[in-house]
T-cell receptor, first 115, second 114 residues
C-alpha cells in the first residue's frame, strides 16, 4: 500500500516568508509525528498528533512554528517568517497508534532551504 | 533529559567484516530502544527494536541487545555486505505519560567496500 507522503519534496524560500509543509499519513494510522533533521543537530522531535489533537508539542522551536491535523488524516506544518536556521529536512511519520509496539513509518521528507 | 549517544562515523569496512556500532542512552524509567536505517536516497526505516531489558532485536542479520546495566543497545552484524552501506540511527522512546517522541542519536554513516 501507499506509504507516508510529503509535499513538496524541496522548498526554497526567502527569509521572512511563510511556508506550509504537508504530510499524508498511511491510511488508518491515527498517530502522526513531525521531526526535523538538521546538519549537526541530528533528528529532533517537533510535535505529535493522536487523531486531530496534539498531546505533545514540546519540540516546536518557537511560536513561528505551528501544526494542525484535520479529519484525522492530513497534517500541515506551518513556519511563519522563516529564518535561515529553519533550513532542514522536515520528516513526517505515522503509526497505527501511539503504543510502544507500533512502528513509526517515515515519509521521504521535505528539504527546506531558507535563503 | 533523555538522550542517546552513538559512535561517530564514518565507519568504513570491507565486505564480510564484523560490524559494531555503539549506542548508549540516558533515560528515566524503562524506554523502548530502536535502530533505524537510512539507505542512500531513501527514507528512514525501522531496522530492529527492543522494548524491555535483555530483549534482543534482530533483522536482516543485524542484532542489538537491550542492556539496562550498561544502558547500551549496540548494533552488530557478523558479516556486512556492500548493500548495508547506509546511515544508522539509534533512538529511544520513553513511554511515560504523554511522551511518544523518539529521541535520536546523531547517526553513524557506514560504507562497505567490495
Amino acid at each position: 500500500g501507499a506509504g507516508v507522503s510529503q509535499s513538496p519534496s524541496n522548498k526554497v524560500t526567502e527569509k521572512g516568508k511563510d511556508v506550509e509543509l504537508r504530510c499524508d499519513p498511511i491510511s488508518g494510522h491515527t498517530a502522526l509525528y513531525w521531526y526535523r533533521q538538521s546538519l549537526g543537530q541530528g533528528l529532533e522531535f517537533l510535535i505529535y498528533f493522536q487523531g486531530n489533537s496534539a498531546p505533545d508539542k514540546s519540540g516546536l522551536p518557537s511560536d513561528r512554528f505551528s501544526a494542525e491535523r484535520t479529519g484525522g488524516s492530513v497534517s500541515t506544518l506551518t513556519i511563519q517568517r522563516t529564518q535561515q536556521e529553519d533550513s532542514a529536512v522536515y520528516l513526517c511519520a505515522s503509526s497505527v497508534s501511539t503504543g510502544s509496539n507500533y512502528e513509526q513509518y517515515f515519509g521521504p521528507g521535505t528539504r527546506l532551504t531558507v535563503t | 533529559g533523555d538522550s542517546v549517544t552513538q559512535m561517530e562515523g564514518p565507519v568504513t569496512l570491507s565486505e564480510e567484516a564484523f560490524l559494531t556500532i555503539n549506542c548508549t542512552y540516558t533515560a528515566t524509567g524503562y524506554p523502548s530502544l530502536f535502530w533505524y536505517v537510512q539507505y542512500p536516497g531513501e527514507g528512514l526505516q525501522l531496522l530492529l527494536k527492543a522494548t524491555k531489558a535483555d530483549d534482543k532485536g534482530s533483522n536482516k542479520g543485524f542484532e542489538a541487545t537491550y542492556r539496562k546495566e550498561t544502558t547500551s543497545f549496540h548494533l552488530e552484524k557478523g558479516s556486512v555486505q556492500v548493500s548495508d552501506s547506509a546511515v544508522y540511527f539509534c533512538a529511544l522512546r520513553n513511554n511515560a505519560g504523554n511522551n511518544r517522541k523518539l529521541i535520536w542519536g546523531l547517526g553513524t554513516s557506514l560504507a562497505v567496500n567490495p
